[in-house]
């Protein structure tokens, strides 16, 4: 189990995200990171509460893990919702604009900051239980007499924590500021549009 979870946590420490397109990009957030990530929690949470019956001298600290879990989902669903339903949408209409040689008018002001705003927001509230939960499992440590199930929890524990850890990241160092840069260029451009439409009718 400990070298499948070694796997899973470097698996794409070999990728420079930095070069990798756009696109590719919001569909790798969507279709691996966020699939991952809820598929992953509601498999914890089903296999602790299984712990917890078979565990019951555990039943004060697995309690604990669990509600803390639980507490986690909404936030997690929070994020993704933004960023499914508002942000990534409109990323995409904006590289689409970004990438066409025709004007770019739609742009006037900066939509995306107050949405990376809220989303560094839900980020950093998700590190803070993610480091919460570290601390109440003893840096995933199972204890020490207990059954292999309850190891193949924290075991799965650590990896989803670990993993979403680095989603967070990867969101944090190469999504929101390349939104951010795209839309300034979109936003300058749709400007430099403008002044020239306003030189041209000035001439007429």
């Known amino acids: 189990m400990l070298l499948r979870k070694t796997a899973q946590v470097t698996y794409y420490n070999h990728i420079d995200f930095n070069r990798v397109d756009e696109y590719d990009l919001l569909d790798f957030i969507e279709n691996r990171q966020h699939a991952f990530t809820r598929k992953m929690l509601d498999l914890i949470i089903l296999n ?3 712990a917890l019956r078979n565990n019951p001298s555990e039943q004060h600290i697995l309690t604990q893990v669990v ?12 994020l993704i919702s933004l960023q499914e339903t508002n942000l990534f949408p409109f990323l995409r ?3 689409e604009v970004y990438k066409q040689k025709e004007p770019s008018r739609f742009l006037k002001i900066k939509l ?10 839900e980020h950093a509230g998700i590190l803070t239980m993610l480091e919460s939960l570290r601390s109440l499992t003893n840096q995933f440590q199972p204890p020490a007499k207990t059954d292999e199930a309850m190891k193949l929890c924290y075991a799965e524990l650590q990896e989803f924590s670990e993993d979403l850890t680095q989603q967070l ?8 500021p390349r939104i951010a840069t795209i ?4 936003l300058n451009r749709s400007q430099q549009d403008d002044a020239l439409e306003y030189g041209h009718g000035g001439d007429a």
């Open 48 to 50: 602790l509460q299984s």
């Open 67 to 78: 509600k803390s879990l639980e507490s986690l989902r909404p936030k997690i669903e929070q």
């Open 93 to 95: 209409k904006l590289l």
């Open 112 to 121: 995306t900051e107050s949405s990376i705003r809220q989303i560094k927001a």
């Open 169 to 176: 990241y990867r969101e944090d160092q190469f999504l929101l």
């Open 183 to 186: 839309e300034e260029m979109v």
